[in-house]
């Protein structure tokens, strides 16, 4: 079978579409999955690139998020030709003591397409535990953008403590609104009922239909920005900032929390390191919480929650799978909005 991988780590030149051996066998509890379509996350730049955590056994084979049709199962849960998503992490959910964990606070968690094999080939075998049926309104492509930014976007949400029906009125900020787990917050914000949110980017090209969007407001980034999102929060400040531009918007949405404010993160794109004067984190009281994907448990809810509101992501371009590494460009140059799907 083909698939997309590298052989060392560095630049988009070392991505590959080629052989890949494929398991011939599949074990109960298993199927085998047809790629219908995959997306890409910024996670699978830094992956390639290289990451100090990650033990690299080659070739690598790349990619997170897939969309799949069963086309042979051993699993009591899923026929064949059924379309399913597949949850972007592995873990059996337990601690070092054999007690239930959230996967994703687990020893064992891994990420596809990092430290566990990757889903970008014309077929993989995967455990049924990790399955779910894909949302019936979604097309192939779009039930693809779902998984990892979609996982995070609930995850971060919970962190924050925002439940649908009563956060019309609290200012949240949500910044980068170009990237895949932006648009994802967004969407599940405006799904809960969100009426004050403000959202940054360096590019207003980016604002989209969220500009349209009653009690959204849209924020190039400049020098003013601060006193710009200063002024949209008043008189409070900010309750809630969604972030995963990192340093260089760090010590600006410090300093825009109100109160109690609570810092939501989950990525450093720009930088990770922050200066933190520690004086506004306890003088105002403040909340900074670190998040990384979710568990089964939110991989199965947010899916649930897309089937019932008729959520669809935002899709910026697709590429198909042989044209990987001018989807990779597309998405270091960061032109795009939304998500970058890849095609069979
Ligand atoms: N911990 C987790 O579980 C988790 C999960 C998903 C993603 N992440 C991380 O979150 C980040 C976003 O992921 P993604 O896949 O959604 O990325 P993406 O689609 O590539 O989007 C990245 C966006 O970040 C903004 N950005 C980048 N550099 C910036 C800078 N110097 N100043 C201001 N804004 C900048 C841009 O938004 P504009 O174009 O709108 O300016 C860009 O479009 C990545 O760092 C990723 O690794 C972490």
Not at 53 to 73: K, M, N, W
Not at 252 to 265: C, S
């Amino acid at each position: 079978m083909k698939a997309v991988y590298f052989q060392k780590t560095g630049s988009i030149s070392n991505l590959e579409w080629g052989d890949f051996p494929k398991r011939e066998k599949i074990k109960p509890g298993e199927v085998r999955l047809k790629f219908l379509a995959g997306s890409l996350n910024h996670l699978d730049l830094w992956v390639l690139k290289g990451l100090p955590r990650v033990r690299y056994t080659f070739p690598h084979l790349c990619g997170a998020d897939l969309c799949g049709e069963v086309i042979e199962s051993k699993s009591k849960k899923f026929k064949l030709k059924e379309k399913v998503l597949l949850y972007p992490g592995t873990s059996l959910g337990k601690d070092s003591l054999g007690r239930p964990c959230p996967e994703n606070l687990c020893d064992d968690f891994k990420i596809r397409g990092e430290n566990a094999p990757g889903v970008f080939a014309e077929e993989i075998v995967a455990s049924d535990r990790y399955l779910i049926k894909a949302p019936k309104h979604l097309t192939s492509i779009e039930a693809a953008s779902i998984p990892l930014v979609y996982l995070t976007a609930w995850q971060m949400i919970e962190k924050a403590e925002l439940k649908p029906g009563k956060i019309s009125t609290v200012p949240i900020l949500v910044n980068g609104v170009g990237s895949g787990v932006s648009q994802a917050l967004l969407n599940i914000l405006n799904s809960f009922g969100a009426k004050r949110i403000a959202f940054t980017s360096r590019s207003e090209a980016k604002f989209g239909d969220w500009k349209k969007t009653p009690g959204f407001t849209g924020f190039t980034l400049s020098e003013n920005t601060y006193d710009d999102l200063k002024s949209w929060a008043k008189p409070d400040g900010i309750s809630v900032v969604f972030d995963h531009v990192g340093e260089a918007l760090f010590e600006t949405n410090i300093r825009l929390l109100k109160r109690g404010g609570k810092l939501v993160t989950c990525g450093a794109t720009s930088g990770h390191k922050g200066n933190l004067d520690l004086r506004h984190l306890y003088f105002r009281q403040l909340q900074l919480l670190g998040s990384t994907m979710g568990s089964l448990k939110h991989f199965k809810d947010v899916i649930r929650w897309i089937e019932k509101k008729k959520i669809h992501p935002k899709i910026s371009k697709t590429f198909p799978l042989q044209n990987i590494q001018e989807a990779y460009q597309y998405l270091e140059s960061g032109s795009q909005t939304g998500k970058i799907v890849l095609t069979p």
